[in-house]
């Protein structure tokens, strides 16, 4: 079932997408080279803790950290450790929070230094592709329709949409109904209605779509080995169109 939120709720979920945003903004101006992943992950949570929200990631499932930092060929779920960032490397970070019993979650890659003009491609596309999917969340479109969307962007641009990890819903809960494929053909699944709020969420690998896990149980890696970059927001629909509700 697809809970439609109230105007109430909704303030809420900006309320913790606002913190979700500002971390993610500071984060940006601590990715250099010689950072390590998990000094970023203390950073994250402090920040997150300091603004009165519940990192929303840690302990869920089981998962031992505040974000998620996945480097390079990692396209989600990436482990803080003591791995420091180098020149040329590009990161995507994840970032869930708790505020007052709703939850935001938004995520961005970014680049450690000079990239490469391939890994810079990639992000653009992706970036692109998220923006693309967004535009679809109106009341009277379908759900596959900001599917299509993404998949149209990024293939046309000559990458490829995971298919293995989804968007989803999202309220009280880090996942709630429905989840939101990055492919598909458009008009299908359920009608868009005001007060819907979905985590749109494109994984985009400069490569291949397959994906394996890794032996930690949680990164998920390109099977070829090729760059992969995640750009996410939490989205509401309204009856003026769609409101990005992680904007810091």
């Known amino acids: ?46 920040f997150i803790r300091n603004k009165g ?7 869920y499932r089981g998962y031992p950290a505040t974000i998620c930092a996945s480097i390079n060929d990692e396209v989600v779920h990436g482990i803080p450790n003591s791995r420091r960032l ?28 000079d990239i490469s003009p391939k890994a810079k491609d990639l992000m653009r596309v992706t970036r692109e592709s998220l923006l693309a999917g967004i535009e679809k969340v109106r009341e009277g479109n379908r759900l596959t329709d900001i599917s299509h969307a993404i998949q149209q962007h990024v293939e046309t641009n000559g990458f490829s949409v995971v298919r293995e990890y989804v968007g989803h819903g999202v309220g009280q809960k880090i996942h709630e109904e429905p989840e939101i494929p990055n492919f598909g053909p458009p008009g299908k699944g359920p009608l868009l209605m005001p007060g819907m709020v979905f985590a749109i969420e494109p994984m985009v690998n400069a490569g291949g779509y397959e994906v394996y896990t890794a032996d930690d149980g949680w990164t998920v890696r390109t099977k070829d080995g090729s760059l992969s970059a995640h750009f996410e927001h939490t989205v509401a629909v309204t009856a003026n169109g769609p409101e990005i509700l992680t904007l810091p």
């Open 1 to 46: 079932m697809i809970v439609l939120r109230s105007e109430r709720e909704i303030k809420r979920l900006r309320e913790a997408g606002r913190i979700v945003a500002q971390c993610l903004e500071v984060l940006q101006m601590r990715v250099e080279p010689g950072v390590s992943t998990r000094d970023l992950d203390a950073f994250a949570e402090r």
């Open 53 to 59: 929200g519940i990192p929303a990631f840690k302990g």
């Open 86 to 113: 180098v020149e040329g490397d590009i990161i995507s970070i994840d970032v869930g929070v708790v505020f007052e019993g709703y939850v935001g979650d938004a995520a961005i890659t970014l680049p450690v230094g």
